[in-house]
């Protein structure tokens, strides 16, 4: 687990547009061999496309605009495969929707407040399980929603306790879902019998630096298989489970650090599909074997690749290969050994559904598509004859594809030489090469995720004011192998801040912008790294953004969630005997060095960088008379999910870097 959330948060609905296209699908043999895309090396190959019909600070890409077009998020078939319900903010909450699987009109099924997501439909079609928290605070509870009725109850209904990741057995009588109470650092698994209306433990004694997750189950619903993680996140085991006795099976014994998923239990209940770095320090895709515990590689590949499910005959098993931020899926025949990837549009396409992206028919399969100027919507495959059809359309409000950038994907070398950094670079259309334009190098959270080739609003928004924008793959980022992930292990904000600033190196010899307009902006880990650039290189940067940044890693690890502080402490080594470390990467120290103006964002209820981390840079920075503009949204947590709040927090970015690193041609003057 990471600073970064993995909750969706959603924007807004209109007409759908319904439309089919036909797939020519191409197939490859094992080992895969995934070519890699072309990427720039030279500054100078950065060019700004002219559009005629794109001008700066248009209307249509405005925050209000880009932010009231919807978000989709999680997805789930209904048993009968006709129905797919979906989480959307049409509403401006993350609520649950219904959509014919052929397309059509969507119904709003759920009305809350509060957001939704993590939905499964119960194999018998009476309820549709999913989580909701309160004000954005991560305490999960498992509700139960009609589909039929609207009607809603809350099963676990726990306000210390976190409940998250439910999960149907085949025989609709149980839930099983992870377990966490508020302060402590282990999940556990329990399960739900919905029949008996009680709870029984399936996992127990979990140590504290390690967390049991996501629960699968067997077809004939007596096995449940789940991931035992480390805190380190290096390290990783796959278990099986007995329903009635509570036994585990350890399936993946293995001699120093290598991380083991698994994804999919085969319907024959005798295979596991599963997702590894052991064979060559990169995430492939086997087959595991419960008798025997050995394991059939599938792909051999120096990529990302990640399994997704079973077909629901076996035959067939399905996986998704983000080649440096770009994600295409994968069905590959078992028997045949043939790979077929669907050449769907360029981005991040990834499976869709709950328990499995296939109807229980296997006729066709859920996917999301994502594109640098689509954003995330639904479409359903047929296995049949290859056609997909789009069943949401997120885009609205006069919002047109056509008027965003796609990015260039970069390399350049880190400053130390060890890595060549992977970076997406935006540039305005009709961008004068003058020497004279405003930068924005954009950082990622996590550490340990990734910027890839998908729809960001405050990206496009950015780049139609007038901004480049550079977001760099630091050391540390996810989707290039185990080695580049774990090269800032015990060394947060050392080299993979260096390899941020090299970032704005590289940009700077585009010719496009002004060195001395360069913006540093992030959130999360982001936002930590945020600060440790305007604090560490203070030269550099004209303004920092930070958003919901943590900056002081005594005060972070003293009050954050346990689970995030055990992997503090497993990523950065024993606060005391590493006081002097801690120290030199903790921000609020060296605020007496910070030049720039910040723009601070904070959630009232965030457990992971809590809000009093950033209140300490705005008392620190203005009891120097240095400029710290600030703002809690106190009804949020990790990031914004109410849009109006959204709109609110990068409406107040925009602004603020106008006024204090104006664009070319904007028209704008920095603030007294």
Not at 523 to 542: E, I, L, N
Not at 633 to 643: L, S, T
């Amino acid at each position: 687990m990471t600073k970064t959330s993995a909750t969706l948060f959603l924007p807004s609905m209109r007409t759908l547009i319904l439309f089919a296209i036909v797939i020519f699908m191409c197939t490859l043999s094992l080992p895969q061999n995934l070519p890699a895309p072309h990427a720039l090396t030279d500054p100078k190959q950065i060019t700004s496309k002219p559009n005629a019909n794109v001008e700066q600070n248009q209307q249509s890409l405005s925050i209000e605009r880009l932010y009231m077009t919807r978000s989709v998020g999680a997805t789930t078939w209904s048993p009968d495969g006709k129905t797919i319900a979906f989480v959307s903010n049409t509403s401006g909450r993350n609520n649950i929707w219904v959509v014919p699987a052929e397309g059509g009109w969507p119904t709003q099924l759920t009305v809350s407040d509060q957001r939704q997501t993590h939905l499964t439909w119960s194999p018998d079609g009476k309820w549709i399980a999913y989580i909701s928290d309160y004000d954005g605070d991560e305490q999960w509870d498992i509700f139960f929603v009609s589909p039929k009725t609207g009607q809603v109850v809350n099963i676990t209904n726990t306000r210390e306790i976190s409940e998250e990741s439910p999960t149907w057995s085949p025989n609709g009588r149980y839930l099983a879902y992870t377990v966490k109470p508020k302060t402590s650092s282990v999940f556990e698994i329990d399960i739900f019998d919905t029949l008996m209306r009680d709870t029984k433990h399936l996992t127990t004694g979990t140590s504290k630096d390690k967390m049991a997750v996501n629960p699968i189950w067997s077809v004939d619903s007596k096995s449940i298989a789940y991931t035992q993680h480390q805190a380190k996140g290096t390290d990783s085991n796959i278990f099986v489970a007995e329903v009635a006795t509570g036994q585990s099976t350890l399936l993946t014994p293995h001699q120093g650090e290598a991380v083991y998923a698994a994804n999919d239990f085969s319907p024959d209940g005798k295979r596991l599909l599963i997702t590894s770095n052991t064979g060559n320090g990169y995430d492939n895709v086997g087959v595991l074997d419960i008798t025997t515990k050995k394991i059939d590689w599938l792909t051999r590949d120096k990529w990302e690749i990640e399994g997704g499910n079973f077909s629901p005959d076996g035959e067939s098993v399905t996986w998704t290969a983000n080649v440096d931020g770009t994600t295409d899926i994968y069905v590959h025949n078992l028997a045949s050994g043939k790979t077929t990837s669907l050449p769907l549009p360029k981005g991040v396409n990834r499976l869709g559904g709950a328990e499995s992206a296939f109807t229980r028919d296997g006729a066709r399969l859920l996917y999301y598509h994502n594109g640098p100027t689509s954003p995330n919507d639904v479409w359903v495959y047929s296995v049949a004859n290859g056609k997909s059809q789009q069943i949401t359309n997120s885009l609205m409000a006069g919002v047109h594809s056509e008027d965003m950038v796609e990015p260039f994907l970069v390399h350049y070398p880190s400053r130390d030489g060890k890595w060549t950094i992977s970076a997406f670079v935006y540039v305005p259309y009709n961008m004068a090469r003058s020497g004279q334009n405003a930068a924005v190098v954009y950082v990622h959270g996590g550490p340990t995720s990734q910027s890839v080739n998908s729809f960001s609003r405050i990206i496009q928004h950015m780049v139609n004011q007038g901004y480049m924008v550079i977001a760099p793959n630091y050391r540390g980022s996810t989707g290039y192998g185990k080695e580049f992930q774990h090269a800032n292990l015990f060394d947060m904000g050392g080299g993979d801040l260096q390899d941020v600033l090299a970032a704005a190196d590289w940009i700077k010899q585009t010719g496009y912008p002004d060195p001395k307009k360069l913006v540093v902006m992030g959130g999360s880990y982001g936002g930590y790294m945020t600060m440790m650039g305007v604090t560490k290189a203070p030269d550099v940067w004209a303004a920092g953004v930070p958003i919901v940044p943590f900056v002081n890693w005594f005060t972070e690890i003293a009050n954050e969630d346990p689970v995030l502080q055990q992997s503090d402490l497993a990523t950065m080594g024993d606060l005391e005997h590493n006081k002097d470390l801690f120290r030199d990467r903790s921000p609020i120290f060296f605020v007496d060095h910070i030049k720039a103006p910040l723009l601070l964002l904070a959630g009232g209820n965030d457990p992971r960088c809590p809000k009093e981390e950033a209140q300490q840079v705005v008392d620190a920075v203005k009891k120097r008379g240095g400029v710290a503009e600030y703002k809690v949204y106190e009804n949020e947590g990790h990031g914004f999910a109410r849009v109006e709040n959204q709109i609110d927090a990068y409406q107040r970015i925009s602004e603020f870097l106008k006024a204090r690193v104006p664009p070319a041609n904007c028209g704008c003057s920095l603030t007294e």
